[in-house]
């Protein structure tokens, strides 16, 4: 008993929205229609009674002389009208003979001793049986007498069910129109958000599991107003997102096969040195002291060269986990001190490469991470020194402008070929491919550099003078106090 109310509902909201709109405009147009048609025929009955009323009114003056004089009255004004002549005393009322009345006087009688108690004429509707609806009224000729006229309102019927039919036809010509056509306007209304939905589906179809994936659908169309333009932007804009989301995760995990194939590939070369100067252990020439003591140096050597893979390694996902802790330890130091300790380093190392220091500011105290920023300056020295052939000069300058500490790192080296200086900065990446690993380091000098600048809030550039390479690091003033982990 209780699924049956429910079935139309759940088929309503099943219909498009279009129908259900237009089928939402017919029931407030016919609604309207009933509200208009039911005052329309009120106004309309009230107006026929009331001038039949008038016209009621009229007659009975010329009746009420001819009862008057003749006693009864002798002219009827109109076929099918009746006219009653009353004596009314006690409440009763007689009727004057002769009188041209229906076989059912009743409803007359009734109002002639109405009369008797009211003081002006008394008005009444009342069925006669074998004769119809009659529109009565009662008027004193004379003290005790009573004039009751009767007029027939089958014609106030009539006109009113053919006011009703009309009303009905029109209305439903009116209500069909207004569906149809208003569901068609709908539909085109709403074909913009149609279409919407089609661009939708065609984007559930694309496979977005490839690493290259873009959204080539867009919504198009100028119809539908203001507010569809802002959903059509808004859906636009929306893709636009997605593709831009799309493109960063490829990108992203292009870098990350990227990383994890050149991470394999270095850990592969000192892994497989271990592993074979292990192999020599069992051979007796092997575990001669001299050759036990070389091998020996040989695996620290390699075991210390991954360590410092991994710590570079482990040092950059940290840097990339920054929001969640970072590994830098702030403390007030000087910049200028930390540039004279990088330097000192690299001339006892690099005693073949020149170097020139030239610290504007005597002093220059700032709050970072002493470590780090003595990491970032001696990468980049390193650096220098690994790309460049023996004698090159190499320069540090400190300066300070603009709230920034500017440091530039530069050598009159080859340079960085114009195709490799988008990826200078990227892990593992080497402008010289050919350059051994012993030689060349691991690729991640550059890429930790400009994670540690980032992470004190500073930038990294490379310069783009010709005849040789710089690095400029730019540092702000006055950084707020960072908590390590």
């Not at 089958?154 to 009116?174: E, N, P």
């Not at 001669?288 to 991994?310: F, I, K, N, S, W």
């Not at 590994?327 to 690299?346: C, I, M, T, Y």
């Not at 004698?391 to 440091?407: E, H, I, K, Y």
């Amino acid at each position: 008993m209780t699924a049956l109310p429910r079935r139309p509902l759940t088929t309503y909201r099943r219909l498009r929205l279009g129908t259900r709109l237009a089928l939402g405009l017919g029931v407030l147009a016919l609604i309207v229609f009933a509200i208009v048609g039911t005052a329309l025929t009120t106004y309309m009955r009230d107006y026929l009674e009331r001038q039949l009323g008038d016209q009621l009114k009229l007659v009975q003056v010329v009746q009420s002389k001819d009862a008057e004089a003749h006693g009864t009255v002798r002219r009827q004004p109109y076929y099918g009208w009746y006219t009653a002549v009353y004596d009314v005393s006690g409440g009763a009322a007689d009727l004057r003979t002769p009188a041209d009345v229906p076989a059912d006087t009743r409803g007359l009688t009734a109002v002639a001793e109405a009369m008797a108690d009211s003081d002006t004429e008394v008005t009444r509707t009342v069925r006669i049986d074998g004769q119809g609806t009659y529109l009565l009224r009662a008027c004193e000729v004379e003290p005790g007498v009573v004039l009751v006229s009767a007029a027939p309102t089958g014609d106030i019927d009539a006109t009113i069910r053919q006011l009703i039919t009309v009303q009905v036809v029109a209305f439903a010509v009116a209500l069909l129109a207004l569906v149809v056509l208003g569901r068609r306007m709908l539909r085109r209304g709403l074909k913009p958000l149609s279409d919407m939905a089609h661009t939708a589906h065609g984007i559930t179809s694309h496979d977005l599991t490839e690493s290259a994936a873009r959204l080539p659908l867009r919504a198009d169309g100028r119809d539908g107003g203001p507010e569809v333009e802002e959903l059509r932007s808004a859906f636009n804009t929306m893709l636009e997102h997605i593709d831009d989301s799309l493109a960063v995760r490829a990108e992203a995990e292009q870098r990350l096969r990227r990383f994890v194939a050149d991470a394999s590939h270095e850990l592969r070369t000192p892994l497989m040195s271990v592993r074979g100067y292990a192999d020599l252990f069992q051979y007796a020439a092997a575990n001669a002291p001299e050759e036990r003591d070389r091998h020996l140096a040989r695996l620290r050597a390699e075991a210390a060269r991954m360590g410092v893979l991994l710590d570079d390694l482990l040092l950059l996902a940290r840097l990339d986990a920054a929001e969640a802790e970072t590994p830098l330890r702030p403390a007030d130091a000087d910049l200028v001190e930390l540039v004279a300790q990088a330097a000192d380093a690299f001339r006892a190392s690099h005693p073949d490469r020149p170097l020139t220091v030239a610290a504007g500011p005597g002093s220059l105290r700032m709050r970072v991470d002493p470590q780090r920023v003595r990491q970032v300056l001696d990468n980049l020295l390193t650096n220098a020194a690994v790309h460049t052939p023996a004698g090159t000069p190499v320069s540090v300058a400190v300066s300070v402008a603009a709230g920034q500490v500017r440091v530039r790192v530069a050598d009159a080296g080859p340079g960085v070929p114009a195709a490799d200086r988008e990826r200078v900065f990227d892990r593992f990446y080497r402008v010289d491919k050919a350059r051994s690993r012993d030689r060349g380091g691991s690729g991640l000098g550059l890429a930790v550099a400009r994670s540690l600048v980032r992470a004190h809030g500073g930038t990294i550039e490379l310069g783009t003078e010709p005849g040789g390479t710089v690095f400029t690091v730019l540092l702000p003033l006055g950084r707020p106090e960072q908590t390590g982990p």
